[in-house]
């Protein structure tokens, strides 16, 4: 027994480590991507034809309006794909590549290809029904969605409003860290994450079900890990929130592949 628990630490140990120098080595190497293409405020949005990989991350595009002109559903790319990607690779046995994302419009369907999406500044929906019905019947085959980058009360009363003209019967629930969504293959071992910049609030994480008990959509209230993924390479953030952010992200795909 005592030989197991052992055994099982130093893999934990090992993994640890493993984990921290990749991400010393983004730390300090910038990603030859991100000297291209920078997104975000005002930014110009290159198109990416990924490679066939086991798994391509998609950003949705969706109809926006708000304090960022319609634009936030671009913040941190690519870079945070990039980066997020890297570590995916390294980390685990997904065939992926840096390269493997791309940007997809909400109301295209192209969304279901790609059984994991990507939502930044979901405060600036504005779907259209088109895109709404796209969005249930994304998650009713199955899809996952990770929402980010957002904070304050309007912020999610705009994605509660949203996410309940596609899903009148069912609610975003608060999650706890008891959910097997923070250990299937990390264990997070608090949700107290810290945000990036002060919002005022403690981050949330929000999930709804995909109607047999499974998560299928994950909110991450009053945070943005696309910006721990995005800057990591320019030693703007602490270390430690950013391991977190990373950690959780990769959770987060692992959850989603293997549910």
């Known amino acids: ?11 934990s140990t090992k993994r640890f480590w ?41 950003r949705w595009q969706f109809r926006a309006r708000g304090k960022f002109g319609g634009t936030g559903w671009s913040h941190n790319y690519p870079t945070s794909e990039l980066h997020l990607n890297q570590l995916l690779s390294e980390a685990t046995i997904i065939n992926i590549q840096p390269s493997s994302y791309r940007i997809v419009q909400l109301d295209s369907p192209e969304i279901f290809k790609y059984p994991f999406a990507y939502v930044s500044e979901p405060g600036e929906m504005w779907l259209t029904d088109h895109e709404v019905e796209n969005l249930r ?8 969605v990770l929402i980010d980058d957002f ?41 107290e994450v810290m945000s990036p910049y002060q919002v005022g609030e403690p981050a949330i994480f929000y999930g709804l079900d995909n109607g047999h008990g499974d998560i299928a959509v994950i909110a991450c209230h009053n945070n943005d890990l696309a910006n721990y993924w995005d800057w990591i390479d320019r030693r703007i953030y602490p270390l430690k929130p950013s391991i977190e952010a990373f950690r959780l ?5 692992l959850y989603a592949m293997t549910r």
């Open 18 to 58: 493993a984990f921290l120098c990749l991400l010393c080595f983004l730390w300090l190497l910038p990603v030859i991507y991100a000297q291209r293409f920078r997104g975000g405020f005002g930014g110009y949005f290159e198109q990416n034809n990924p490679p066939e990989t086991e798994l391509i991350m998609a």
């Open 137 to 144: 019947e994304y998650v009713e085959r199955g899809g996952f």
């Open 249 to 253: 992200g990769i959770n987060f795909v």
């Open 151 to 191: 904070d304050g009360a309007y912020d999610l009363g705009v994605l509660k409003r949203e996410l309940k003209r596609a899903f009148p019967e069912r609610d975003l629930v608060r999650m706890t860290i008891e959910h097997p969504i923070f250990h299937v293959f990390y264990d997070i071992d608090a949700l």
């Open 1 to 11: 027994m005592n030989g197991d628990v052992t055994t099982k630490s130093t893999r």
